[in-house]
């Protein structure tokens, strides 16, 4: 694959998608972890548009370049998920022109709501074609698919007044959904140091 690979003038380059899996456990971890409310607000804004956002970002369009379809559209999709949050929550706590869209916090929450389900919607299909990947990579779309339907949930309840469980549970299910992640990411990283498999990631159960 390789030769082929450098018979059409490409040359072999490092899988991105170990910085990617990191970069998105790192900022879904800080995230989760305030919606489980052990960690304060606030810190994970300047990582979702640093690290969980524009890293990520990177990361896609370097799959993009191995030709990987899945890893480019996963990572390209989720880099832009942790942008648009994180602009978001940085522009409903500002004074800018769409400050006054936002000033209800009920509007907040069901705008949260419709954003947590349309990226469920997308992940759904996701989930399927992890399945054609990797145990491991399936694990995180899986973890992913339940953290974002109990967020979707939780903020639709808060913005009618109702408990906050579920958004607990969501962040709960985000701790390890993170943690998923971040093994993913730590078996691409040393399985990519040399030609043994150190941790394993288990085979897709179809496809190819």
């Known amino acids: 694959m390789a030769e082929a690979t ?31 409310t052990f ?3 606030g810190i994970w804004i300047g990582l979702a548009i640093s690290y969980g956002g524009v890293i990520q970002l990177l990361a896609g369009m370097w799959e993009f370049r191995n030709r990987n ?18 602009i978001f929550v940085l522009i409903i706590n500002t004074q800018t022109t769409f400050y006054s869209a936002f000033q209800n916090k009920a509007q907040v929450n069901s705008a949260l709501a419709w954003f947590l389900i349309a990226f469920a919607i997308f992940n759904t299909y996701m989930v399927l074609w992890a399945s054609r990947v990797s145990l491991a990579t399936l694990a995180v779309f899986l973890t992913l698919e339940v953290t974002e339907i109990l967020l979707a949930v939780g903020f639709l309840l808060v913005a009618h007044g109702r408990t906050d469980f579920w958004l607990h549970a969501g962040g709960w299910a985000g701790i390890v959904t993170a943690a998923v992640a971040w093994y993913a990411s ?16 288990g085979k897709g159960l179809w496809g190819d």
């Open 186 to 201: 730590a078996a691409g990283v040393v399985n990519g140091m040399g030609s043994k498999r150190v941790l394993p990631v």
């Open 6 to 36: 450098e018979e059409r003038g490409f040359s072999r380059v490092a899988d991105p998608a170990p910085l990617g899996l990191a970069a998105f456990a790192l900022t879904t971890f800080m995230l989760s972890g305030h919606n489980a």
């Open 39 to 41: 960690i304060p607000d």
């Open 69 to 86: 379809v899945f890893g480019a559209t996963a990572f390209s999709s989720y880099g832009g998920f942790w942008l648009s949050l994180g």
